[in-house]
C-alpha cells in the first residue's frame, strides 16, 4: 500500500482541484473519501493554516447538490456535523418525526461521549444549547422524551442487573397498557439506562409479555408518540438494522431522500457499516451498494460508493 | 517570590512526611494547601510513578478525621471530588435535603463542562450513572428536579432574552400560584436556561409579582421540595451567598458541620472565595476565617486557614 500523502500535500490539491476552470470533483472524492475521521482533522488544521480559510469555506464554495452536502458533512469534525443536523432538524418548519430521527441517532445509536461532544458544539456553534432548542419547537410530550434522551450520560460499560431489567419491563408493560407511554418512569428508563441494560429489558419483555416491546407499542396507538418510542427502541437494540432502514426507506419507492441517505452512511461509515449492510442484505434481500448505485447520480453517487468502500 | 518546587520534590517531600515515626501533618499542609488544581495534579501523576501508590492512598494511611477528609478531598481532582461527594450523598440513608447540596452546587454553582466532566468521572468510578442514582435513591418530587439539574448542560455564554425572562417569570409565578411546584415547566426552566437567563428571569420576577422567587416559594410551603427550589435559586443567583451560608449554618450554633464546612471551603478556594468572605462578612457581620478558627481546632484548622489564605 502507497504512504498516505501528509495533510500538506492534501490539502494542496485540494486547493488545486477548487481553481481553474471547473472544480475537480474527483480528486475531492479521491482524497477526503479515503481519509479517516483523524486524517480528516488534520487535513481541515493544515488548510485552513495554509490558506486562511476554512475547508468547508473553500468547498461550499465549488461543490453543491447533494454532492457537495455530502462532502461537507463528511468533512465537519463528527460532532459539529451532528450539532448542525440536529439544529437543522429543530430549526425546521418540517411535522411529525422523521426530521427528529438525528436526535434519536445521537442520543441512542452512539457513544455518551459524542453525545455530550455534541451537546458542547451545539452550543458554541449557536446561541443556545440543544436541549432549550428542542423546548423551543418539539411539542409535547415527544419533548419530554427527547430533552430525556438528548440529556442522557450513559454508563458505558457492559452492566447489566436481571432484577432491574424485569423490573423496568414489567414497569414499561404497564406503561403501555395503560396508554401511559410518557409517563416519567418511561422516558428515565429509556435515557438514563445503559445500552446493554436496555436490551436486556426488551429481551425480558418480551420472553415475559409474549410480544417485541416496539410491537405492543405500535399495537397501542399509530400516533408520532409511538413511531418516536419504536425509533427509541430501535437505535438501541440494534443501531445497524435501525440504519439499514433509513437507507431502505430512502432509496425504496418513487424518488430518492438523499438527506436520510447521506445521513445515515456518513454517520456509520467509520463505525459499523459492514453490519449495516448485512442488515440491509438480511431485510431488503439485496445488496446496499447497489441501491445505493442504483438510487444515485454522477458525483454524489461516486462518493457514497467511495465511503461504502466499494469501486466505480 | 522564591520559585515553585518541581512536582518530583513535592513527591519526595510529602513521601519523607510519610514515613518515621509519626506524620509531619504540618508539610502535607505546607506542600498541598499551596499548591493550585493543576500543580496538585502534576503532583499526583509525579507521585504515582515515583512510589507505585496513588496519593490519595499515600494520605489516607496516614491522615484520618476532619483532617485526613480535607487534604484528600483536595488532592483529588475537582471532578473526581465532586463525583465522589455525590456518590456518598446518594448512598448516605439521611433524609431531607441538607446532603443533596452538593448536587445542586454541581449543576448550579458550577460550569457546565464541570459538571460533565463530574458525569464522565462518576461513570468511571461506580457501577452506574449519577442520573440512575438520583433515580435509585431520591422520592419524586425532588428526584425529578434533580435529574433535570443533574443532566444539564447550560449554554455557558452571556446570553439574556428579556421576552423569555418575562415569559417564565409568568409562568414560575403561575407554578407557585397553582403550587406545581415540580411541573415539568419548572424543571425544565430551571435545568436548561443558562445562568445569566436564569438571573432576569428571577430579576423580572421580583419586579412583576413584587417579592424575590425564593421569598414565594417559601411562603407556598415548607417542606424539602420548597426547600429544595431555594436552594437551587440561590445557587444560580449567587454562588457566593450560597457557600457563605453553607460555612455559617456550618459554623453556628451547637457542634460544627465540619462536612459542609470543608467541603464549602474546598470547592471555592479557587473559584470565588474572595466574594465568599465579602458575603459572609455582609451576612454574619464577622469575618469567615475567624469564625472558621473559632470552631476548627489543631491541623484541621491549619489546613482551611492556609486554604483561605491566612497565616496560623
Known amino acids: 500500500m502507497a504512504s498516505l500523502p501528509s495533510p500538506e500535500e492534501d490539502s ?4 488545486k ?3 481553474g476552470l471547473g472544480t475537480d470533483e474527483d480528486a475531492i472524492i479521491e482524497i477526503l473519501g479515503h481519509r479517516d475521521v483523524n486524517q480528516r482533522k488534520k487535513i481541515r488544521e493544515t488548510y485552513h ?42 430549526k425546521s418548519k418540517k411535522r411529525g418525526i422523521k426530521h427528529l430521527e438525528i436526535i434519536v441517532e445521537m442520543s441512542c445509536a452512539s457513544s455518551p461521549q459524542h453525545l455530550v461532544a455534541v451537546r458542547k458544539a451545539y452550543c458554541a456553534l449557536f446561541d443556545s444549547s440543544l436541549e432549550e432548542d428542542i423546548l423551543d419547537s418539539v411539542p409535547m410530550p415527544l419533548r419530554k422524551i427527547l430533552v430525556g434522551l438528548g440529556t442522557s450520560y450513559r454508563y458505558d460499560k457492559e452492566m447489566v442487573d436481571k432484577d432491574v431489567a424485569n423490573l423496568e419491563a414489567n414497569r414499561l408493560h404497564e406503561a403501555i397498557e395503560t396508554k401511559e407511554l410518557a409517563h416519567d418512569d418511561v422516558v428515565y428508563i429509556l435515557s438514563t439506562r445503559n445500552f446493554y441494560q436496555l436490551r436486556a429489558t426488551f429481551e425480558r419483555y418480551k420472553e415475559k409479555h409474549g410480544n417485541p416491546i416496539d410491537e405492543d407499542i405500535m399495537k397501542s396507538g399509530k400516533g408520532d408518540l409511538e413511531s418516536l418510542l419504536k425509533m427509541i427502541i430501535l437505535c438501541i437494540d440494534s443501531p445497524e438494522k435501525h440504519f439499514a432502514e433509513v437507507v431502505g426507506t430512502a432509496i425504496v419507492g418513487l424518488g430518492t431522500d438523499e438527506d436520510s441517505l447521506t445521513r445515515a452512511i456518513i454517520s456509520r461509515a467509520e463505525i459499523d457499516m459492514m453490519k449495516v449492510k448485512s442488515e440491509y442484505l438480511n431485510i431488503y434481500k439485496s445488496n446496499l451498494d447497489d441501491a445505493v448505485i442504483g438510487d444515485t447520480s454522477v458525483e454524489y453517487r461516486k462518493f457514497l460508493v467511495t465511503l461504502l468502500g466499494g469501486k466505480i
Chains 1, 2 share one sequence.
Open 12 to 15: 494542496q490539491k485540494l486547493k
Open 17 to 19: 482541484a477548487f481553481i
Open 49 to 90: 493554516q495554509l490558506y486562511n480559510e476554512t475547508l468547508v469555506d473553500g468547498l461550499a464554495k465549488e461543490i453543491s447538490g447533494d454532492f457537495g452536502k455530502a462532502v461537507i458533512l463528511w468533512t465537519y469534525d463528527p460532532c459539529e456535523r451532528d450539532a448542525r443536523l440536529a439544529n437543522e432538524a429543530l
